[in-house]
């Protein structure tokens, strides 16, 4: 038996957003490994082990579900929204990096809905021009980059999608973040919070800048910025194809 | 009977990449309006009207629908892709705001798998960190415009991908974006050009930019450029999660 490595999308979080692909590579599995929230998503069933672990372990995981593809299991690596957007494809290539004897393992990415993506559809199109995706924690970067990137992102006049913006053991960072914004975009420029988007608990809130609080992100909100043509229409939030 | 709008986003190609969301409500519609091609990917049947348009008249496409729903047509405008990524989310908003009287329709955007993260996903994992998707089509911006967002994406190190490099009627845009990228990332930044991804006619080719040439990019292409630390591990192309 060959074993392979899939590193899977769930999407946001509702069950329709999960792709057909990632629905029967699953149905294929031996074993599922990831951070627990995700792995609790994947149903139970005879002949499929599961192995949900904690935060801040992804190369350990990396390296597990290596290790049982090299012994003929078919492992399905999941990631919540897309893997390969700040989220477990990085982490696998980086332990085949660390650990050549794993280069022929047969390991595909199976892309997922972004949270972005979820929340731009929710709230209309904030992204509807030229935008970046900016994961804002500083476990893996240090903050002088992030804030860089938030000044060079906002002189290009890119709309704006943070992920990760705000922890418990981050607490000022995000509000740092909002300041270098202000300075940059002005107090007008439209932001939009997104809390567990797809799910019951969904909460869209856009507000101005200048009315903006660090209080309104947690873990579960994506946070989406606007460029300077970014605007209301009714209920919803858009910006325009052309640039202004 | 009341009508509704659904923008929806039919993925990169591949049926198995269409979401569940996506299918039922293509299930329930009275009308399917979009581009030719994207049309064409909507199976007929009964009670079922399809509205094919050529590329350029996204406004009056938007409107079309509009129209329809107002008179309780059940209205399914597709993109390929994700709707709110240089697609019709966006043109559909745009045409509320020119005629408020389409302001309390019920419009919803459903996403889709956009093509960068699906080229992203074949590829291995390029734009694992933070990244900036541009549109290089000049059709609705000056060029300037898109060579100061080259720039401003490359000094702030962000891996970039790229919508609409190349078409006939701009033979030149996407050879000076490269000399831009040259000048600013230097020769050895790898760039991933993704064709047709997920359908029969796939072809992925990862050069550095030192060798990469115009003709490698049409209009079915994605266009990744890594950031600083990009790199190969055996076939794939990733981007470390830390900073380098």
Redesign the interface.
Same mark, same amino acid.
């Given at each position: 038996m060959t074993g392979w490595v899939a590193i899977a999308g769930l999407?946001p979080g509702?069950?329709? =957003?999960?792709?057909?692909?990632v629905t029967?590579v699953l149905a294929e599995a031996t074993d599922v490994i990831g951070y627990i929230p995700y792995v609790a998503r994947v149903a139970p069933r005879d002949g499929l082990t599961l192995h949900p672990t904690d935060n801040r372990v992804?190369l350990d995981r990396a390296l597990h579900a290596l290790q049982l593809a090299a012994k003929g299991a078919r492992v399905v690596v999941v990631s919540s929204g897309?893997?390969?957007?700040?989220?477990m494809?990085?982490?696998?290539?980086?332990a085949?990096?660390a650990h050549p004897e794993y280069?022929?393992t047969d390991?595909?990415? =199976?892309?997922?809905?972004?949270a972005m993506?979820?929340a731009?559809?929710?709230a209309?199109?904030?992204?509807?021009?030229?935008?970046?995706?900016?994961?804002l924690s500083d476990n =893996?970067?240090?903050w002088e980059?992030i804030e860089?990137?938030l000044?060079?992102?906002a002189?290009?006049?890119?709309a704006m999608a943070f992920y990760n913006p705000r922890s418990k053991s981050r607490p000022l960072g995000f509000e740092k973040t909002l300041d270098v914004l202000r300075e940059e975009c002005g107090p007008d420029r439209l932001i939009t919070f997104a809390r567990a988007v797809s799910t019951p608990d969904q909460v869209l809130n856009t507000v101005t800048l200048g009315s903006a609080t660090p209080e309104m992100a947690d873990m579960r909100t994506v946070v989406i910025v606007g460029n300077a043509a970014t605007?209301r229409?009714?209920r919803?939030v858009?910006?325009?194809?052309?640039?202004l």
């Open positions: 999407g509702r069950a329709d =957003l999960v792709t057909p692909e029967a992804e897309d893997p390969g957007v700040f989220a494809a990085s982490a696998v290539f980086e085949v990096e280069l022929e390991i595909r990415v =199976l892309p997922g809905i972004t993506l979820a731009a559809a929710a209309g199109a904030p992204l509807g021009h030229d935008f970046c995706a900016i994961n =893996l970067k240090p980059m860089h990137r000044r060079m992102a002189r290009g006049d890119f605007r229409v009714g919803y858009y910006t325009p194809r052309s640039a």
